[in-house]
């Protein structure tokens, strides 16, 4: 038993020895690789040194110009032997790399710096319309359009996101690169207009004293809310026992408050004539005027006379409209030339007689109404007969005629140059107490007399005179015969 253990602390006492032994060996062999490396870094292995930084960022305008490397093998400056490898493309967005290498023996040594090339212009958003837009409360925004384009990714107008509130929209996008743009369109919700109210009817209507006024409507439309005709207050009435001018109100609020306001005027006459007659004559005619004096007095209601002479048959459409129209057509002559007309009895009456035939074909009716050329107190025919008015004015009563002459002369023929002129010879010569007998006249381009023919209904009718076409009851006008 001893024998047996003394043998073995014998075997592991060398065995510790030999252990010893190798962990030296080991120890000695590690320290002469670690020689042998470091000379081979040294004499062996080129060595490649960065100038300037390892990682370059470059935005994409930006030249770049490369710093190098210093590279140096066995104590000698190599440089020159360094390759330079890189894969850059210049303005593009990306990372790349630049790579220096050397190569000496077996060994090779390389370095490599990274490049960076950023896009950090931000997009540009472009609103087409205007940047503050006023809308009408509740009204829903409409895209008016926009467009927006990148330095680098170009149009990226569908990347552009709207985000719409009450009072803003914006326009948000975000290039590739992250850079963002955002722009906004104010929203004002506003009504500054008014509705606007549409009549039916005239504004201005003419009524006869005990008639019935009926209100013709009216429509309003509001730029917000559409149709308010319902919301429209009538303030007035007309009484139609009284003579003169009225006023009816029509007022309409939208609901931000516009108040909307017009009027109609109703003038009421008096149709007996007692507030005065008026007699609108036109000599002359019918004359390329005459369609538009209807059109007037048609819109007027007002009825006239037309003192007609042989002008050319195309215009006989004219005399047709009038007497359909209810005017009256009176007889003035069928060659309205002095020095035929009152050269005898006779030529006067053939004169007369043409010019009621021709009418008579026209209109179909016989006309006993006549104004004779010059009027009867003409002086121009006693140079070619002499006492002739004497005559004629006796003899057309005795054969059934009624003939007009003027006391109102609208100086159309003569001093009135403008329509003002023409208006103010007509209303300042009116009278209350008789039957204004107006001398007018209905030539070719009279177009005094046609722009002062509406203003000269307008006064008439809002002064209480009645206007009236010529009939066989109309009281004779006529002046003091002078031949
Ligand atoms: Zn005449």
Same mark, same amino acid.
């Given at each position: 038993?001893?024998?047996?253990?003394?043998?073995?602390?014998?075997?592991?006492?060398?065995?510790?020895?030999?252990?010893?032994?190798?962990?030296?060996?080991?120890?000695?062999?590690?320290?002469?690789?670690?020689?042998?490396?470091?000379?081979?870094?040294?004499?062996?292995?080129?060595?490649?040194?960065?100038?300037?930084?390892?990682?370059?960022?470059?935005?994409?305008?930006?030249?770049?110009?490369?710093?190098?490397?210093?590279?140096?093998?066995?104590?000698?400056?190599?440089?020159?032997?360094?390759?330079?490898?890189? =894969?850059?493309?210049?303005?593009?967005?990306?990372?790349?790399?630049?790579?220096?290498?050397?190569?000496?023996?077996?060994?090779?040594?390389?370095?490599?710096?990274?490049?960076?090339?950023?896009?950090?212009?931000?997009?540009?958003?472009?609103?087409?319309?205007?940047?503050?837009?006023? +809308?009408?409360?509740?009204?829903?925004?409409?895209?008016?359009?926009?467009?927006?384009?990148?330095?680098?990714?170009?149009?990226?107008?569908?990347?552009?996101?709207?985000?719409?509130?009450?009072?803003?929209?914006?326009?948000?996008?975000?290039?590739?690169?992250?850079?963002?743009?955002?722009?906004?369109?104010?929203?004002?919700?506003?009504?500054?207009?008014?509705?606007?109210?549409?009549?039916?009817?005239?504004?201005?209507?003419?009524?006869?004293?005990?008639?019935?006024?009926?209100?013709?409507?009216?429509?309003?439309?509001?730029?917000?809310?559409?149709?308010?005709?319902? =919301?429209?207050?009538?303030?007035?009435?007309?009484?139609?026992?009284?003579?003169?001018?009225?006023? *009816?109100?029509?007022?309409?609020?939208?609901?931000?408050?516009?108040?909307?306001?017009?009027?109609?005027?109703?003038?009421?006459?008096?149709?007996?004539?007692?507030?005065?007659?008026?007699?609108?004559?036109?000599?002359?005619?019918?004359?390329?005027?005459?369609?538009?004096?209807?059109? *007037? +007095?048609?819109?007027?209601?007002?009825?006239?006379?037309?003192?007609?002479?042989?002008?050319?048959?195309?215009?006989?459409?004219? *005399?047709?409209?009038?007497?359909?129209?209810?005017?009256?057509?009176?007889?003035?002559?069928?060659?309205?030339?002095?020095?035929?007309?009152?050269?005898?009895?006779?030529?006067?009456?053939?004169?007369?007689?043409?010019?009621?035939?021709?009418?008579?074909?026209?209109?179909?009716?016989?006309?006993?109404?006549?104004?004779?050329?010059?009027?009867?107190?003409?002086?121009?025919?006693?140079?070619?007969?002499?006492? *002739?008015?004497?005559?004629?004015?006796?003899?057309?009563?005795?054969?059934?005629?009624?003939?007009?002459?003027?006391?109102?002369?609208?100086?159309?023929?003569?001093?009135?140059?403008?329509?003002?002129?023409?208006?103010?010879?007509?209303?300042?010569?009116?009278?209350?107490?008789?039957?204004?007998?107006?001398?007018?006249?209905?030539?070719?381009?009279?177009?005094?007399?046609?722009?002062?023919?509406?203003?000269?209904?307008?006064?008439? +009718?809002?002064?209480?005179?009645?206007?009236?076409?010529?009939?066989?009851?109309?009281?004779?006008?006529?002046?003091?015969?002078? =031949?």
């Amino acid at each position: 038993m001893e024998k047996q253990e003394v043998k073995k602390v014998k075997k592991i006492k060398k065995k510790i020895k030999i252990h010893k032994k190798a962990v030296l060996i080991t120890a000695i062999s590690l320290i002469l690789i670690a020689v042998m490396v470091s000379v081979c870094f040294i004499f062996f292995i080129p060595n490649v040194k960065l100038l300037g930084d390892r990682v370059i960022t470059l935005k994409l305008d930006d030249t770049y110009e490369d710093s190098g490397v210093v590279a140096t093998y066995r104590g000698k400056d190599v440089t020159d032997e360094v390759k330079i490898e890189d =894969n850059i493309k210049y303005g593009k967005v990306g990372t790349y790399k630049i790579t220096y290498s050397i190569k000496k023996g077996i060994f090779k040594t390389e370095k490599k710096r990274t490049i960076k090339i950023i896009d950090d212009i931000k997009p540009e958003i472009i609103l087409e319309g205007e940047e503050e837009i006023t +809308l009408c409360p509740g009204k829903e925004f409409e895209e008016i359009g926009y467009k927006a384009t990148d330095n680098y990714d170009g149009d990226i107008t569908k990347k552009v996101e709207v985000e719409e509130t009450d009072d803003k929209i914006t326009y948000t996008v975000t290039d590739s690169s992250g850079n963002k743009t955002t722009v906004s369109r104010k929203i004002i919700r506003s009504d500054k207009e008014g509705p606007k109210i549409t009549l039916k009817g005239n504004s201005t209507m003419y009524l006869n004293k005990g008639g019935t006024y009926e209100e013709p409507g009216y429509t309003a439309v509001d730029n917000c809310e559409g149709d308010v005709s319902d =919301n429209v207050e009538v303030e007035g009435k007309v009484d139609t026992s009284k003579v003169g001018t009225q006023i *009816i109100t029509y007022k309409v609020k939208d609901k931000s408050g516009n108040e909307t306001k017009i009027t109609r005027e109703v003038y009421v006459s008096s149709p007996n004539g007692q507030g005065g007659m008026i007699y609108l004559p036109f000599d002359d005619g019918p004359s390329n005027v005459t369609d538009d004096i209807l059109d *007037i +007095l048609k819109k007027r209601g007002v009825k006239a006379t037309f003192f007609v002479i042989n002008q050319s048959d195309n215009l006989n459409y004219l *005399i047709k409209r009038a007497h359909d129209e209810g005017h009256t057509i009176g007889l003035h002559s069928y060659s309205h030339q002095y020095n035929v007309v009152y050269r005898s009895t006779n030529d006067y009456f053939n004169d007369l007689d043409a010019i009621s035939k021709k009418v008579k074909e026209i209109t179909g009716e016989e006309s006993k109404i006549i104004r004779f050329p010059g009027g009867g107190s003409n002086t121009i025919s006693k140079k070619y007969s002499l006492g *002739i008015m004497s005559i004629l004015t006796n003899e057309v009563l005795s054969r059934g005629y009624h003939y007009f002459d003027w006391n109102v002369d609208c100086g159309d023929a003569g001093g009135a140059k403008t329509k003002e002129q023409v208006y103010n010879n007509v209303v300042n010569n009116l009278s209350h107490n008789r039957a204004n007998v107006v001398l007018m006249h209905d030539f070719q381009n009279n177009y005094k007399t046609l722009e002062a023919l509406d203003d000269i209904i307008s006064y008439g +009718l809002a002064n209480g005179y009645t206007f009236a076409a010529i009939d066989m009851n109309t009281p004779l006008v006529r002046h003091r015969v002078n =031949n």
